[in-house]
Antibody
Framework: QVQLQESGPGLVKPSETLSLTCTVS?????????WGWIRQPPGKGLEWIGS???????YYNPSLKSRVTISVDTSKNQFSLKLSSVTAADTAVYYC????????????WGKGTTVTVSS | EIVMTQSPATLSVSPGERATLSCRAS??????LAWYQQKPGQAPRLLIY???TRATGIPARFSGSGSGTEFTLTISSLQSEDFAVYYC????????FGQGTKVEIK
């Protein structure tokens, strides 16, 4: 059974960089699939942030592209998100998820982690 | 960016009744449309993909239809565990989600 688990600081100061990691169990990232990040601000809908393939190919939401970096560590079976220059608008629950190919539905999601941007 | 619009925002339904949720795309997404269910404090759960194919383990009371720009999710007989927020998602051109429809107990 494939499971995804997000981890990282729950509180980030404005202008700093948000860093999260998604650990995958029950499936080797190197075997395939794409791995993505999605967020949900309090009381709002879902927003795709970006995705990565095990080879390192990345796809970012154009609205966030200038601040986002997603990387993969196949040796640890993890992928990570960095979002720079955060503001209160970046406060959200951050989810990781997998999808079979670019622009495909997401079939397995992590439980999510709450990140608050505040001084 | 393809904008997804869901209606209604809230749907009040009695247990055992049928619920019909709508999702409209600002441009054609073919059949590249998924539906997710989200309960408070939980991650979204994939219900439907390809506009009408149920994901593994999803009960037959959930059905999806539509193509192009107009889509519908129908829950034939609402069970207590079905009261949740439902999101549509297009994956024809990257991903965008609708704002959600909350299905609440009438």
């Amino acid at each position: 059974q494939v499971q995804l688990q997000e981890s990282g600081p729950g509180l980030v100061k404005p202008s700093e960089t948000l860093s999260l990691t998604c650990t995958v169990s029950g499936y080797s990232i190197s075997s395939g699939y794409y791995w993505g990040w999605i967020r949900q601000p309090p009381g709002k809908g879902l927003e795709w942030i970006g995705s990565i393939y095990h080879s390192g190919s990345t796809y970012y939401n154009p609205s966030l592209k200038s601040r986002v970096t997603i990387s993969v560590d196949t040796s640890k079976n993890q992928f990570s998100l960095k979002l720079s220059s955060v503001t209160a608008a970046d406060t959200a629950v951050y989810y990781c998820a997998r999808h079979w190919r670019p622009a495909y539905y997401m079939d397995v999601w992590g439980k999510g982690t709450t990140v608050t941007v505040s001084s | 960016e393809i904008v997804m619009t869901q209606s209604p925002a809230t749907l009040s339904v009695s247990p055992g009744e049928r619920a019909t949720l709508s999702c409209r795309a600002s441009q054609s997404v073919s059949s590249n449309l998924a539906w997710y269910q989200q309960k408070p404090g939980q991650a979204p759960r994939l219900l439907i993909y390809g506009a009408s194919t149920r994901a593994t383990g999803i009960p037959a009371r959930f059905s999806g239809s539509g193509s192009g720009t107009e889509f519908t999710l129908t829950i034939s007989s609402l069970q207590s565990e079905d009261f949740a927020v439902y999101y549509c998602q297009q994956y024809n051109n990257w991903w965008t989600f609708g704002q959600g429809t909350k299905v609440e107990i009438k």
